[in-house]
């Protein structure tokens, strides 16, 4: 899922946390897995990616914590949360 956001929306998100972006290759470093695991999770629509250009595409790493921290955890080999 890719969302464009308005320029004031790029440095904080709705409750107020300054944004920390990363592109798909950094997200995978962050979370030992591997860049398509990361894909895979976006096409999926379990993470977001934003649209900061006509090229920039980043995730907020904020926001890929929640998604871990609400309970889901990677099932190994397969890129799933559960």
């Given amino acids: 899922m890719e969302a464009a956001l308005p320029p004031k929306s790029r440095d904080h998100s709705a409750d107020g946390v300054a944004r920390r972006w ?7 470093a962050y979370l030992s897995v591997h860049p398509r695991t990361i894909r895979q999770l976006v096409h999926d629509g379990v993470l977001t990616q934003y649209a900061l250009g006509p090229r920039l595409k980043r995730l907020d790493l904020n926001e890929v914590d929640r998604v871990l921290t609400r309970g889901g955890a990677l099932i190994p080999g397969d890129g799933r949360l559960t």
């Fill in 22 to 28: 990363a592109s798909i290759n950094d997200t995978a």
